[in-house]
């Protein structure tokens, strides 16, 4: 029996990719409302993929409908990241924690990022990371979400500070947390697009404008090595 696995993209311009790959080779449309979501089967696997929207409701969204709706095995997300530390533009990383940077209940004495009765940071599943380290060109980075885009050389600073992230984006954590709740494996793929600073901005805009296939041939190829 295939597994089933979900695909999770936040914009127009990381999903188109995947879905022209899909179409081209008998995918096909399920729905475009809530979320754009095509079905697409390889020799191992059906893949439900959908175009989310950016940020962390969109991507906690978008996760839960495919566990619970879909009944997907496990989640995997491709998506562009920021560099925080240790990374280059164009380095691709497979997530080995995600974390939200932007929740704060450090009033109440808890550390940044940490939820009451929640982890602070999701680790990614064994099976799926190390099936992504076979993968040439691949490496690993621990990755920090907020719900905005990071443009700021002294936040960027303060989260190097405060959380030892390598890389940060508007989604993973998000989803990192939905699937903990609902006990799904999940792993993200993230492209390194900008320098998170006050030249970010162009960067990002860049390389997303290239609609580049890069990433989800990336996934595709973990896919086939899950077996």
Known sequence: MKQKIGFIFADEMEFQPFTEIALEHG????SKRPMNTIRYE??????IAVECGIGKVNAA?????????????CVLNAGLSGAIQ??????????TSYIECDF????????????????????????????????????????GTGD?????????????????????DMETAAIASVCDRLETPF????????????????????????AEKALSEVLLALVKALG
């Open 148 to 168: 905005f885009f990071l443009a700021d050389p002294v936040k960027k600073e303060e989260y190097k500070e405060a959380f030892d992230i390598e890389a940060f």
């Open 104 to 143: 704060d209940l450090s009033a109440f004495g808890y550390p940044l990022g940490e939820k009451p009765g929640n982890v602070r940071y999701h680790t990614a599943s064994e099976t799926l990371l190390e099936a992504a380290k076979t993968i040439d060109g691949v490496g690993t980075a621990r990755l």
């Open 187 to 210: 792993l993200s793929i993230r492209k390194i697009s900008d320098d998170a600073d006050d030249s970010a901005t162009g960067s990002y805009r860049e390389l997303n404008d290239l």
């Open 27 to 30: 995918g096909s449309w399920l």
């Open 86 to 95: 240790h990374l280059r533009k164009g380095d691709v990383v497979a997530g």
């Open 42 to 47: 390889t020799e191992n696997a059906e893949i």
């Open 61 to 73: 969204f978008a996760a839960t409908v495919l566990i619970l709706d879909h009944q997907v095995d």
